[in-house]
Structures are given as structure tokens and as C-alpha cells.
């Protein structure tokens, strides 16, 4: 199949991007930066710091490379780790019970002393196993933000909302020049409106610019295959630095890889595929390294991840097992569900059941409005190949887990949250459903007042949970 689907790429007849899928304008008079612009605004006003899961180690990890540390190391009987400001290590655990108690409101004490603290300029190693695996240069925007702050003898907590801040405007920066690249389609933007979307989007945390760029990959990838291979050389080179930022932070994402072999069979470029082949095996080394040197004391295991990894390796019989028992065990799947539409905070914030179906109607109903059989017999190979790279980016999520964050043995797998989909997620709303652009009126203009409606909710939904699980008491 992917032989076949190559062959129609490099001989130009029923080449797999059609004008119907993509239109070379761009989607500058539409308004989907500006709205998440001023979405991201509200939560970053309302959402208390540190409150994203894991952005105590992401923060510190952006702080390490302010520092100039690339690689964590562990230290005596501790998980793999840093040496952090001692004023940041206070901000941080200023928040830690705010982040894990789902009782424990915002206090106005706690507040002023988060405003008062300063760099100090003496640093105490801090664990931070969560981010220890990840290659640290996707963090430059915060990192850079961190280090201009402190420069300028900003408080803790101002230099916390710069980075914030800078972090969202370069998540904005990113998907303009993606949907300038590729008009999105209206699928695409209701994914990145849900509310676990957006509240991840707007804090300091690694999924915000992660799943920009990916967007910004799959962009460039539709871009190239749409137009002549000699005009899109700087494009290529902008695709390959996104996958080694992506695939280094993010291992569920090197099937992206197989983009550059259909680019490579329908061009013929050797230094491209050279390249892409180079960069390949630079992830894949850092991804040793950083898997062998890196220390998580988090889960405790009498065997290494990478013996657990060679264990099931070993026996596909059994790792199709435990992967099949998780994907039918009913609490599993609904943790999945609700962790994807949101579940925010720590997942100590839960919307009521009620408004989860309510979400997924708007979903299914923007879906179903967008679809176009015509779209997706005219581009079946386009969706086979973005199906087979969503299903391998799964499975790596899967097998992730399985061999990092799951005691072995076990009889299903644990660790996976639902919003780890949403990359998988926005290929398959690229692939399967057609651009904006390329919709009539009378279809289109339905439907963006659909999305519209869903936006709002979304919003109106997040404010109201953020402000119950952090402000207002129930008594």
C-alpha cells in the first residue's frame, strides 16, 4: 500500500492532494489567532500558577536551560534532576499542595508571598524526572523568557507570567504560519478549541508549542506535496528542524519520519533524504542516551524500562494483550474520554458528566456538517497514510507507558491521559475532513457559527470550572 501510494506521488496522476483538499490562500481573513488570543488572555488570568499537570518540572526544566544544562542527572537515591534557584523551588512549592489537593482553594497569603519571593542566586538540586527524557531546546521560549526576566530583576511570580505569556504568543506565532501554509479545516480548529486544549495551550508547559508545531509540520508536509519540489527547499529544511524539536520531546511523534520517505520517492532528492536520515539518527541517539541515563524513582520496579521493553518486545502475543485489555477496560476508556475533552488542573477538575456528552455532540456535529465523501475518495491516500501514522503514534504512546510508567506486570496499561491523542487527533482532522477554503457558503458558513457556539462554551465551561475548583468554596 505505501509502495502504491508513493508510485502515485512520483508519477503526477491522482497525486494525493487535490485542489479540493487544499487551497494555496492563505486563512489570513479568518480569525481563529485573534479569538485564541484573547482566550488564552482570560485563562491566564484565571488560572492560578503551576496548575498544568507536570509544569512544576516543566518550568524548571526551561529554567535548567536558561542555566546552559542540557542533560539531568540523578543524585544519590533521587530520580534524574537539576540544580534550580532556591526562589524558584519556593514558588514551586507554594503551589504544590494548591496543584494536588482537589479541596484546596486559592488563599491570599500564599499569593503575597508568591509575589514577594526573588531569585536568589544560591540553587539545591531538584528532582525533575518528567522532563528529564525530553531534548531541552523545544523549551527556548520559555527558557529565553526566564532569563530576560531575571535579567531585568523581575519578582519570581512576574517572571512567571512573562513566560507564560511568551509561551502563548509563540504558540499563536507558530499556528499563523501554519494556517497561512495550510488552511485548517473546521475540525481542526474545534479540537484546538476543546477545553483541555486550550487550558493546556495557554500555560507554561510543553503541549502548548508541541502541538503548534506539529500542526506546523503537518502544514509543511501538505504545502510540499501540493506544489513543485523546487519551491519548497527552505520548507523542507523549516519540516526537518520541527521534527527533530518535535520527535526529541515527544518519541510518540517519530512516525512523522515517513513523511520525508514519500517526499524522497516522489523527488528523488538524496541530500534531502540524506538529511532527513541524518536527523533520524540524531533523535534516535538522543533517545538512548536520555533513556539510559535518566533516573525515575517515581514508579517503583524491580526491572528497568528497557528490559521491560525487551520483555514484550519479545513476545507480541502478550503486548497485544495488555494493549487490547486496556482499549476494552470501560474505566480505562473512560478516563481517556474525559481526560481528552478536559480535565483540568492537576485532572483534579472535572466537568459533570453531562457536559462531556454535550461536548462530544459539538464534535460529532461539526464533523458530520464538514464531512465530504467526495473529499475523502478523491484523498484516500492521504488518509491512509496520515491512519497508518496516527495508529503508529498511538501505539508508541501505548508501548511508552506500558514500559515507563506501568509496574510489570500488569493487566492493563497505566499512565496514558486522553489529551496525549490530540496531536494523533488534529492529523486525522487535516486528512479526513476538507480545508475551510474549500468549502461553499452555504456549508461553511453554518457550520463556523457552529464552531463559534462550541468556542464559547468551551470558554464559558473552563472559567466556570477554573473559578470552582480554585476559588469558590462549596460552602
Not at 527556548?140 to 509561551?167: D, E
Not at 533517545?287 to 525487551?310: F, M
Amino acid at each position: 500500500m505505501m509502495i502504491a501510494l508513493c508510485r502515485r506521488i512520483k508519477s503526477g496522476h491522482n497525486i494525493i492532494i487535490t485542489k479540493t483538499m487544499l487551497k494555496s490562500e492563505t486563512w489570513r481573513s479568518h480569525y481563529a489567532i485573534p479569538v485564541l488570543f484573547m482566550i488564552f488572555l482570560v485563562l491566564i488570568c484565571v488560572t492560578p500558577p503551576l496548575q498544568s499537570p507536570d509544569e512544576f518540572d516543566h518550568i524548571k526544566r526551561a529554567y535548567a536551560l536558561s542555566e546552559g544544562t542540557i542533560f539531568f542527572k540523578a543524585q544519590g537515591a533521587q530520580s534524574s534532576g537539576a540544580m534550580i534557584d532556591d526562589g524558584l523551588i519556593k514558588y514551586i512549592a507554594l503551589h504544590d499542595s494548591l496543584g494536588l489537593n482537589p479541596n484546596q482553594k486559592v488563599v491570599s497569603s500564599d499569593l503575597a508571598k508568591a509575589k514577594e519571593l526573588r531569585w536568589e542566586g544560591t540553587k539545591t538540586f531538584s528532582a525533575t524526572p518528567a522532563t528529564a527524557f525530553y531534548f531541552p531546546a523545544i523549551y527556548a521560549p520559555q527558557a529565553s523568557a526566564l532569563l530576560l526576566s531575571k535579567a531585568l530583576g523581575l519578582s519570581i511570580n512576574q517572571s512567571y507570567y512573562a513566560t507564560r505569556i511568551v509561551a502563548s504568543l509563540t504558540v499563536l506565532l507558530i499556528l499563523a504560519a501554519a494556517f497561512a501554509l495550510t488552511t485548517p479545516s473546521l475540525v481542526t480548529l474545534a479540537l484546538l478549541a476543546m477545553p483541555m486544549s486550550i487550558f493546556q495551550l495557554s500555560s507554561t508547559s510543553l503541549d502548548g508549542i508541541a502541538t503548534a508545531l506539529a500542526i506546523l509540520f503537518i502544514s509543511i508536509f501538505l504545502k510540499i506535496l501540493r506544489e513543485p519540489s523546487c519551491n519548497n527547499t527552505k520548507l523542507f529544511w523549516l519540516a526537518l528542524l520541527t521534527f527533530v524539536l518535535l520527535a526529541s520531546s515527544r518519541l510518540q511523534l517519530l512516525p512523522f519520519f515517513l513523511f520525508f520517505l514519500v517526499l524522497f520517492w516522489r523527488d528523488r532528492n538524496y541530500v534531502h533524504l540524506a538529511a532527513a536520515l541524518v536527523t533520524l539518527g540524531l533523535v534516535c541517539a538522543w533517545v538512548i542516551i536520555a533513556g539510559k541515563y535518566t533516573v525515575d524513582h517515581r514508579v517503583p520496579s524491580s526491572i528497568a524500562s528497557s528490559q521491560v521493553a525487551l520483555i514484550y518486545l519479545r513476545d507480541p502475543i502478550a503486548l497485544a494483550q495488555i494493549i487490547w485489555s486496556t482499549l476494552t477496560d470501560e474505566l480505562t476508556l473512560r478516563g481517556y474520554f474525559t481526560s481528552f475533552l478536559g480535565m483540568l488542573g492537576w485532572l483534579t477538575a472535572t466537568f459533570p458528566g453531562k457536559t462531556y456528552i454535550y461536548l462530544l455532540f459539538g464534535l460529532i456535529l461539526i464533523s458530520g456538517l464538514s464531512l465530504s465523501l467526495k473529499h475523502i475518495k478523491c484523498n484516500w491516500r492521504t488518509n491512509f497514510l496520515f491512519l497508518l501514522i496516527a495508529s503508529l503514534s498511538i501505539f508508541l504512546i501505548m508501548f511508552a507507558m506500558l514500559t515507563t510508567w506501568t509496574p510489570y506486570p500488569s493487566a492493563t496499561i497505566i499512565g496514558v491521559q486522553g489529551r496525549y491523542f490530540l496531536i494523533p487527533a488534529l492529523l486525522l482532522s487535516y486528512g479526513f475532513f476538507p480545508a475551510l477554503s474549500s468549502l461553499s457558503t452555504r456549508r461553511s458558513l453554518p457550520v463556523s457559527v457552529l464552531l463559534a457556539g462550541f468556542t464559547l462554551y468551551s470558554l464559558y465551561i473552563t472559567i466556570d470550572l477554573l473559578l470552582m475548583r480554585y476559588y469558590i468554596s462549596a460552602t
